[in-house]
């Protein structure tokens, strides 16, 4: 519990907010500052003299800000707004997580330096090693399919050597965008089955023992998203199954209610699941899933979970790991227009 808990709604009394470490302030019914504690002060770069008596848009002028304000007040929610950028002066600007709920007939607004996210550099450091190194056996393995593709008499032989090719220049091109810049991603509408059955069939090529069931809801509309990025993500998902030795992976699309944008308000999103019968997720790294180098297998370079949940992110979604009876699921979410990671800070 945070150093509010032990006031909010009862105990505002100079002489204790003062104390707090935590910063937070007051703001009257119009949405004005009526107070801030010397934490608040400091964080934000404004005085208390500077605050007193000016409207809730001089640390940041975004309706999602106002609105939360206001929800507090009339409905006695509490909302959390991740990331906001709080600019005092030129030169000053700082990166804060807001807290807004009711306290009595007050607003109380808390503020916290915005934390990075886990592992954010050492992802990248690891990712953008792992693509410098498999430019070169990529590439050897294109040429060699293209010899093979061309010398190949039997059609399906033919198509498999095409389909390896294909492969090879989708993770030359992911390679490429590891080691550049990661920010803008090619996005178009995509059609979520189209997607799942690239998944499918991919999965049959390499694996045709493995039973794949589709449990799909046809009334899905288009995604607009990275096609390469999140193939990828599916693609580490069902692979990962297989390497648990899974006999049977359901691929799993439907609608979703949950997801929540950067402004507290729900979004209309897509909910794809890929569930498998394998040996599932050891207790003893369930807790570090995600985070790079960590895996279940002595031979696992612990990359691919850690990718496909920043992808996920990217994309304004998430990725998270469920336990079912006799099962393992992999739940990815994701708004149905991308949202880049700076909505957050609009």
């Not at 609105?67 to 600019?87: F, H, P, S």
């Not at 998944?199 to 589709?214: G, Y």
């Not at 209309?268 to 985070?291: K, N, Y």
């Amino acid at each position: 519990m945070n150093q509010l808990g032990e006031i909010s709604g009862v105990d505002t009394q100079p002489e204790r907010i003062g104390l707090l470490t935590t910063g937070v302030a007051g703001l009257d019914r119009t949405l004005r500052f009526r107070w801030a504690n010397p934490a608040f002060c400091e964080t934000v770069g404004l005085s208390e003299r500077r605050l007193s008596g000016q409207p809730l848009a001089i640390l940041h002028a975004m309706p999602a800000l106002e609105a939360a304000a206001r929800r507090a007040l009339e409905d006695g929610a509490t909302t959390r707004l991740d990331g906001i950028a709080v600019c005092a002066a030129p030169g000053k600007e700082c990166v804060l997580d807001l807290f807004i709920s009711p306290i009595e007939a007050e607003v109380l607004l808390e503020v916290r330096p915005a934390a990075p996210p886990p592992s954010a550099s050492r992802l990248s450091e690891s990712l953008r090693g792992f693509a410098h190194e498999i430019r070169n056996p990529l590439a050897a393995i294109s040429g060699a399919a293209q010899l093979l593709q061309q010398g190949e008499r039997d059609p399906q032989r033919a198509q498999l050597a095409g389909l390896i090719r294909n492969e090879t220049a989708r993770l030359v091109s992911l390679a490429e965008r590891l080691l550049g810049s990661r920010t803008s991603m090619a996005t178009r509408a995509i059609n979520v089955h189209a997607l799942l059955e690239r998944v499918a069939e991919l999965l049959q090529a390499e694996r045709a023992e493995v039973q794949v069931v589709r449990d799909y809801d046809p009334s899905l509309p288009a995604l607009h998203g990275d096609p390469d990025r999140l193939l990828q993500v599916l693609l580490n998902l069902t692979r990962n199954a297989v390497e648990a030795n899974a006999q049977r992976i359901v691929l799993r699309s439907r609608a979703e209610a949950g997801l929540r944008g950067g402004n507290g308000q729900a979004v209309p999103a897509l909910r794809i699941e890929v569930e498998d019968d394998g040996e599932g997720v050891p207790a003893q790294i369930e807790s570090t899933l995600f985070e790079p180098m960590v895996s279940g297998r002595a031979d696992g370079s612990g990359l691919g979970l850690a990718l496909a949940r920043e992808i996920a992110r990217e994309h304004g979604g998430e990725l998270v790991h469920q336990r079912k009876p006799g099962a393992t699921c992999f739940v990815l979410v994701l708004p149905r227009h991308a949202r880049a990671r700076e909505t957050a800070h609009a």
